[in-house]
């Protein structure tokens, strides 16, 4: 089935330790998103990409980044993670080519702890 | 700045009942608004999209209203059933960047 791979889930780190998540997708969907999300808050975009043009949220931290190095995967990568980066990390893709459709397809997330 | 308010309550209700799920917005024109399914540590699920020009949309036991006056959108389960106990998203948008709001529990007891 096609759909939008997160590895790993459960990713424990140390403060200051950099980390990398990544993201994978069969969708072929040109749009790759990141969000962070802390419990029972909503959604907060990180970056975007349409196709490998990358868009930063202007209140992003530095100490996140992103790279895609190809259509299919993503990878965001916290330089040194603090305690306040614990979180849950999703990734979205989103078809903008010639049939738009209307929804994002998530992961299902990787939780990050921080110790 | 742009708000998106949804219940911060959980809503609790009994198996067969229908669930009424508010989303309200301010300082935003929205040309769309969706709404999301998320379970406990899973990652979002689309479920409906309504345009702006658009008042009213089914899917199943699902319905979706939006109402531009008020600003604020209405989500309803009938029939409602304890597998339908989840979080629940909007998401307003008026390009292929949706902006969230923080969701809605939602609790349908046997």
């Known amino acids: 089935d096609a759909m939008v791979i997160q590895n790993p889930r459960y990713q424990v780190t140390q403060f200051g330790k950099p980390v990398t998540l990544s993201c994978s997708q069969t969708l072929n969907h040109n749009v790759m998103y990141w969000y962070q999300q802390k419990s029972s808050q909503a959604p907060k975009l990180l970056f975007h990409y349409y196709d490998k043009d990358f868009n930063n949220e202007a209140d992003t931290p530095d100490n996140f980044q992103s790279r895609r190095p190809n259509t299919s995967f993503c990878f965001l990568d916290i330089r040194s993670p603090g305690l306040g980066d614990a979180a849950m990390y999703l990734c979205?893709?989103?078809?903008?080519?010639?049939?738009?459709?209307?929804?994002?397809?998530f992961g299902p997330g990787t939780r990050l702890t921080v110790l | 700045s742009q708000k998106i308010e949804q219940n911060s309550e959980a809503l609790n209700i009994q198996e067969g009942k229908t669930a009424t799920l508010t989303c309200n917005y301010t300082?935003?024109?929205?040309?769309?608004l969706q709404w999301y399914r998320q379970d406990p540590g899973r990652g979002p699920v689309f479920l409906l999209l309504?345009?702006?020009?658009?008042k009213e949309k089914r899917k199943e036991r699902l319905k979706v209203t939006f109402d531009t006056t008020l600003k604020q959108s209405l989500f309803h389960i009938t029939a409602s059933q304890p597998a339908d106990s989840a979080t629940y998203l909007c998401?307003?948008?008026?390009?292929?960047?949706?902006?969230f709001g923080r969701g809605t529990s939602l609790i349908v007891h046997p």
């Open positions: 998401a307003l948008g008026g390009s292929y960047i949706p902006t």
């Open positions: 300082n935003y024109s929205p040309a769309y």
């Open positions: 309504i345009r702006e020009n658009e």
């Open positions: 979205a893709t989103r078809d903008r080519g010639e049939r738009v459709l209307d929804e994002q397809f």
